[in-house]
């Protein structure tokens, strides 16, 4: 299994508090992704990253903000939560050896925002 | 915006029958992967597929890629309670690191 952790495993927050989620990996793989998954809309991603300091937009990242300043760790933020932002996120590397077209997840983040 | 509709949603089978799940699209992928996920986990890759035509197995599942490469479809022989979750397909386009999931389909599997 890929060397991904995430923390915290699970949080539960109030509306309008920031939230800063963790990804680290021991794979040096160049590509990291964050995504939420929801009940109907399946996985989507929020926001990537393409290497250190280099990062992109997904098709959800409305509210949502990332930061990679080592290849190893990956910080996903809510700046202001909002009950719409209650899902499950989870951390994906990819760009090992197989290539970058094979992602590797880690175990998941549960957000509540009451 | 590529699009990958999986079918179907639900599936509900007994131990020992066979089944087939199908992840389609209108768009063409370099490569098409499947994943398995388990409650409260990750998804866990089961295969990658690059080649129009191409069939893999891994023990009791079967999965091809359409020759158009815009389809794909996972068959599991003899189906155990331990193939129970959710399964998802996710296509790769030119780019190759970003991947387009399909919604999924979860299979339970009763003894």
């Known amino acids: 299994d890929a060397g991904i952790t995430q923390s915290p495993r699970h949080k539960v927050t109030e509306t309008g508090t920031p939230v800063t989620l963790r990804c680290h990996q021991t794979?040096?793989?160049?590509?990291m992704y964050w995504y939420r998954q929801d009940p109907g809309h399946g996985l989507r991603l929020i926001h990537y990253?393409?290497?250190?300091?280099?990062?992109d937009k997904g098709e959800v990242s409305d509210g949502y903000s990332v930061s990679r300043s080592k290849t190893e760790d990956f910080l996903l933020t809510l700046e202001s939560a909002t009950s719409s932002q209650t899902s499950v996120y989870f951390c994906a590397i990819s760009g090992g050896t197989s290539g970058a077209r094979e992602q590797f997840f880690g175990p998941g983040t549960r957000l509540t925002v009451l | 915006t590529q699009l990958l509709e999986q079918s179907p949603q639900f599936l509900s089978i007994q131990e020992g029958e066979n089944l087939t799940v199908y992840c389609n699209s209108s768009?063409?992928?370099?490569?098409l992967q499947w994943y398995r996920q388990e409650p409260g986990e990750g998804p866990v890759l089961l295969v990658t597929?690059?080649?129009?035509?191409e069939v893999k197995k891994l023990k009791r599942l079967t999965f091809q890629f359409g020759d158009a490469r815009k389809d794909s479809s996972l068959h599991i022989t003899a189906a155990q309670p331990g193939d129970t979750g959710l399964y998802l397909c996710a296509g790769g386009g030119g780019s190759n690191y970003k991947l387009t999931f399909g919604k999924g389909t979860l299979l339970t599997v009763n003894p």
């Open positions: 597929v690059v080649t129009g035509g």
């Open positions: 794979e040096n793989h160049r590509y």
């Open positions: 768009s063409v992928f370099s490569s």
């Open positions: 990253s393409y290497g250190v300091k280099d990062t």
